[in-house]
């Protein structure tokens, strides 16, 4: 898993914000209040035991409740 966190941060996100800023200015959507946001949280949840791991720290230090974990896996 992180050799595609590598390559998300390296070479993907590169192309997802230039697309972002191309679809902003093509649209001419700041002046609308409209915005582009491409979810790329299906790239980044890497395997079930780290994202659990994650959880299970975020829910002690309450940072995150149960039903925020729970929202997160769908």
């Known amino acids: 898993t992180q050799q ?3 390559y998300f941060n390296t070479t ?3 192309y997802t914000n230039e697309w972002k800023e191309q679809l902003e200015f093509t649209f001419d959507l700041d ?3 409209v915005y582009v946001e491409f979810d790329r949280s299906i790239l ?3 395997d079930i035991q780290a994202r659990f791991n994650v959880y ?3 829910t002690a230090a309450k940072v995150l409740s149960t039903n925020e974990c729970r929202d ?3």
């Open 4 to 6: 595609s966190q590598e």
């Open 44 to 46: 980044l949840e890497g």
């Open 72 to 74: 997160r896996e769908g």
């Open 31 to 33: 002046d609308d209040g």
């Open 56 to 58: 299970r720290l975020g």
């Open 12 to 14: 993907l996100s590169t």
